[in-house]
């Protein structure tokens, strides 16, 4: 349902995504994931053909994005991170605007604007003025308005953004439905949304596609956990320094402990080379295991390889990705 190849997007001289290529096949619910400024918005407006490429191929149901603009418009619903409204609108008014330029016929205009009211959760304020909405009202009106014509793919860019939590798990639970009978292209910086909805992640980053997989692969490959009592940074560099092994990251430290998180070239067991090093050290080893890699590892591990901020990384400036930061360290 949409195909992308080595797209490319340049604003002047400044490069917002390159040579990007991924498929979203029919019926499925796909994540695009990435830290501030990686290129997702980019895409998602090339997609919807509000942008115009730089180079490259974009299709969406079989049509051009360059070519074939109108076609693609009448097959897709977008919801933008900041929805666009006239705020002089009443809610119905405005969604009965939306459905006639949409080319939605009378008789099914009615029924798709009660349909979206009720699913969206906006009845109670359809006959307000959208100026008067909060955020999270506007957000779902925005959500209504993607959704007024029935299309075939919808392309949300941020759908939870300003919304209370109760709203958030009422809006996921309607991405899951329309999922049934929907492509679903969402991206966001909340994880775990993207673990409840989404049965395939894109993660892109610094304008680069580093990571396409399914949920269940991601989940599939296992993360080596130590746990070290002793001084943090020559326990730290001598993990670096076991053979075999190509990063490190703290996943937590207190007191005189830290839990690090170790990754090996081809997933390969160091776990005797670990132990006998911090008994021949004289630390305290608390534990040494494998836990399934989450979303979140997965992330941070596409931060760490293609990332042109990578020392301000290694030296612990927080990244703002909308989970909880990581310190990394690579071994030298």
Not at 28 to 45: D, H, Q, W, Y
Not at 224 to 251: I, M, N, S
Not at 283 to 309: I, K, M, S
């Amino acid at each position: 349902m949409i195909s992308v190849q080595n797209l490319s997007k340049f604003f002047g001289p400044v490069m917002a995504i390159d040579r990007v290529n991924f498929e979203v096949d029919r019926g499925e619910i796909v994540g695009f994931l990435g830290p501030n400024g990686a290129g997702k918005t980019t895409t998602m407006r090339i997609l919807t053909s509000y942008l115009p490429a730089t180079s490259g191929v974009a299709k969406v149901a079989g049509f051009d994005v360059m070519t074939q603009s109108m076609d693609v418009r009448r097959h897709i619903g977008y919801l933008p991170e900041s929805v666009p409204m006239y705020t002089e609108m009443r809610v119905e008014e405005y969604l009965d605007f939306r459905a006639k330029l949409k080319g939605v016929n009378r008789k099914e205009r009615y029924k798709r604007i009660d349909y979206c009211l009720d699913r969206c959760r906006i009845r109670e304020v359809r006959r307000r003025l959208l100026g008067t909405l909060s955020k999270g009202y506007r957000q779902r009106v925005g959500l209504a308005d993607a959704m007024i014509h029935d299309p075939p793919i919808l392309i949300m860019d941020e759908p939870t953004s300003g919304l209370d939590p109760i709203q958030i798990r009422e809006t996921l639970a309607l991405i899951t439905e329309l999922g049934e009978s929907h492509t679903i292209l969402l991206s966001t910086h909340i994880l775990s949304e993207v673990e409840a909805v989404c049965e395939k992640v894109i993660i892109i980053n610094a304008g680069r596609i580093g990571m396409i997989k399914s949920l269940g692969d991601v989940d599939a490959k296992s993360v080596l956990t130590c746990e070290v009592r002793g001084p943090f940074e020559q326990v730290l560099a001598a993990l670096k320094g076991v053979e075999g092994v190509t990063q490190v990251a703290v996943d937590s430290r207190g007191g005189e402990g830290a839990v690090f998180l170790i990754y090996t070239q081809d997933n390969r067991d160091v776990r005797d080379k670990i132990a006998h090093l911090v008994v021949e050290k004289g630390w305290a080893l608390l534990q040494l295991g494998y836990r399934r890699r989450t979303l979140e590892d997965a992330f941070f591990e596409v931060l760490r390889e293609h990332n042109p901020l990578k020392d301000a990384i290694e030296a612990r400036v927080p990244l703002s990705t909308g989970v909880h930061d990581k310190v990394v360290a690579k071994g030298s």
